[in-house]
């Protein structure tokens, strides 16, 4: 069972361009995290949320976690090459050890 | 970087041999991960433990074993390993203590394996 749905499942955009991906769920989560995922490579950590509402900002990288902890979206401003990548949204739950993945979003900015 | 090296990086492998992956951590954390990750399936749970000899089933754990005797080393063993094993593996540790909650986790460089 896919607790986390990815949209859109693949982004080809240009240099410059401005993008959303969104992580939906009908579970509630106490945290949720975003990775990013090059090729060859293992997934990375780039933020947790843990509050309803809250936005965290990494440079041209927005997070946001939703007010009943239901989903997050992570929203790229001024996109370089240098962030495709495959990125990935996971939820953890108060109760078991284990995080839950979403399939992911693989996004590509050419030059 | 989170000190997690796994080994080997890539194997080859045929169908009915035994094949284990192993994954060294250097942090002396409590909660180890295996996963695999197939194109269309995202990432998926197959073991965890949190803590020496304390292991659970993931979702898709049938046809693996997984076993950890020291804090430090987390083994994924294939028993008689098939052709739709054949995917990336990647091993996560949590720096979360002390809570049952699952938390941030930090993934080593991946196994690729292929069973012919």
């Known amino acids: 069972t896919q607790l986390l749905e990815q949209s859109p499942q693949f982004l080809s955009i240009q240099e410059g361009e401005n993008l959303t991906v969104y992580c939906n769920s009908s579970?509630?989560?106490?945290?949720l995290q975003w990775y990013r995922q090059e090729p060859g490579e293992g997934p990375v950590l780039l933020v947790t949320?843990?509050?309803?509402?809250e936005v965290k900002k990494l440079k041209r990288l927005t997070f946001q976690f939703g007010d009943a902890r239901k989903d997050s979206s992570l929203h790229i401003t001024a996109a370089q090459p240098g962030d495709t990548g495959l990125y990935l949204c996971?939820?953890?739950?108060?109760?078991?050890?284990?995080?839950?993945f979403g399939k992911g979003t693989s996004l590509l900015v050419t030059p | 970087d989170a000190g997690i090296t796994q080994s080997p990086r890539h194997k080859v492998t045929e169908t009915g041999t035994p094949v284990t992956l192993r994954c060294h951590q250097t942090?002396?954390?409590?909660?180890m991960y295996w996963y695999r990750q197939d194109p269309g399936h995202g990432l998926r749970l197959i073991h965890y433990?949190?803590?020496?000899?304390?292991?659970d089933k993931g979702e898709v754990s049938d046809g693996y074993s997984v076993s950890r005797s020291k804090t430090e080393d987390f083994l994924l063993t294939l028993e008689s390993a098939t052709s739709s094993q054949t995917s990336v593996y990647f091993c996560?540790?949590?720096?979360?203590?002390?809570?049952?909650?699952?938390?941030?986790?930090?993934f080593g460089p991946g196994t690729r394996l292929t069973v012919l």
């Open positions: 949320v843990v509050t309803g509402g």
């Open positions: 579970s509630v989560f106490s945290s």
């Open positions: 996971a939820g953890a739950k108060d109760s078991g050890y284990a995080l839950n």
């Open positions: 942090e002396n954390h409590r909660y």
């Open positions: 433990s949190y803590g020496v000899k304390d292991t």
């Open positions: 996560a540790i949590s720096r979360t203590s002390g809570t049952r909650r699952a938390d941030t986790q930090y």
